[in-house]
């Protein structure tokens, strides 16, 4: 399995509050990339990034923001957090972006009451 | 713009049967196919992959998937289906340009004794 871990594995927040969720990847891939799941939608891209400081918007990028300051880690933020951004987020990594395969963390529940 | 279609939201099938699980996918240039399965609770796992070549492909867990180029298809298969491939299946198709990922909604597959 790649190494990559999410934190945390589930989060309750409340409605305005700022979160962060964390990847973190041990492959050492240059491409990283946030989804959420949500019934009926599959998994649908919010932001990712190509290398250290470089990142681009997704499919659903309003309400996050994204940093990658360093190759292994990608940080996913909710400046403030609303009740349709109760989902499940996974991370994926890749090493040569869309033409080769993604592997993914085991995922975040959050929910945002 | 680019889409993956997957028709079948959920599918029954019985121990032993054989299975297709169907996508189509909207893409202007070579595409590069993928079928993931999802457990429940876990992250996506990749079953196979088309990048180019034979147009059949074989994964692990003794499915395979053909490549029609003319029918925009890259259906899943598998001749005799096991209980514990109950799970969610997606199917994707990889781009050069942007290097993003499109997903399906996914089909969740249920198999009966």
């Known amino acids: 399995d790649a190494g990559i871990t999410q934190s945390p594995r589930h989060k309750v927040t409340e409605t305005g509050t700022p979160v962060t969720l964390r990847c973190h990847q041990t492959e050492n891939h240059r491409y990283m990339y946030w989804y959420r799941q949500d019934p009926g939608h599959g998994l649908r891209l919010i932001h990712y990034?190509?290398?250290?400081?470089?990142?681009d918007k997704g499919e659903v990028s309003d309400g996050y923001s994204v940093s990658r300051s360093k190759t292994e880690d990608f940080l996913l933020t909710l400046e403030s957090a609303t009740s349709s951004q109760t989902s499940v987020y996974f991370c994926?990594?890749?090493?040569?972006?869309?033409?080769?395969?993604?592997?993914f963390g085991p995922g975040t529940r959050l929910t945002v009451l | 713009a680019q889409s993956v279609t997957q028709p079948d939201i959920h599918i029954t099938v019985s121990e032993g049967a054989s299975l297709e699980l169907r996508c189509n996918y909207s893409y202007g240039a070579t595409p590069y196919l993928f079928w993931y399965v999802q457990s429940p609770g876990q992250g996506l796992q990749l079953l196979l992959k088309?990048?180019?070549?034979?147009?059949l492909v074989q994964g692990i867990k003794g499915f395979e998937a053909e490549f029609k180029r003319s029918q925009s298809s890259f259906n899943l298969r598998k001749p005799s289906v096991h209980w514990s491939d109950a799970a969610e299946y997606f199917c994707a198709v990889g781009t050069t340009t942007g290097n993003q990922f499109y997903f399906g909604t996914g089909t969740s597959l249920t198999v009966i004794p």
């Open positions: 994926a990594i890749s090493s040569s972006g869309g033409t080769d395969t993604q592997y």
């Open positions: 990034s190509y290398g250290v400081k470089d990142t």
């Open positions: 088309y990048f180019s070549g034979d147009t």
